[in-house]
């Protein structure tokens, strides 16, 4: 039986489009997911965050990661706006750019996601927690992003997960 479900889609820029979602058959969206800047941290462990990250997502149906080979655009700088012309040319319609470094004895992640046709920000975090939480804190990013997008509560953090 397929469940009947209403969303708002933040694709676009302002202007907001009801879907209604009673059939089985929902284009995932575009999303590009490059590697999150290091900081003061292993590139392994920012690589590992970004890898669960795409995991979930693309396991959840709404949205297909683009493969990083098809990159044009790079992101150099947390703190820059990314050059959307480069994103859009290859179709993206979201992008999530994102931080990991270390604070003390804490690890620290941040996370942008951008709307590539607005040119705008959708949403931005930041958390902090001990290194050994380093998947914890992709779920929680993970959540963020599918709530962002389809305005349900994520479930990739939930006790299941851990």
């Known amino acids: 039986m397929i469940q009947r479900r209403e969303f708002i889609a ?37 690589r590992d965050i970004m890898q669960i990250i795409v995991a979930n997502l693309q396991r959840s149906g709404f ?8 990159y044009i655009g790079r992101i150099t700088s947390f703190d820059a706006f990314p050059r959307f012309p480069d994103w859009r040319q290859i ?32 949403e931005g975090r930041q958390y902090t927690t001990s290194p050994q939480n380093w998947r914890c804190i992709a779920n929680i990013i993970s959540d963020a992003i599918y709530e962002k997008v389809t305005g349900d509560q994520g479930h990739f953090d939930s006790e299941d997960s851990r």
């Open 63 to 70: 949205f297909a990661p683009i493969d990083p080979a098809a």
């Open 91 to 122: 179709k993206a319609q979201l992008l999530v750019t994102g931080r990991v470094s270390r604070e003390g004895s804490s690890l620290k992640a941040e996370f942008r996601l951008w709307d590539v046709f607005a040119g705008s920000s959708l």
């Open 10 to 46: 933040l694709i676009g820029g302002a202007a907001a489009a009801r879907l209604d979602i009673s059939q089985g058959n929902v284009q995932p969206i575009p999303i590009a997911l490059p590697d999150f800047i290091v900081g003061s941290i292993d590139r392994d462990t920012a």
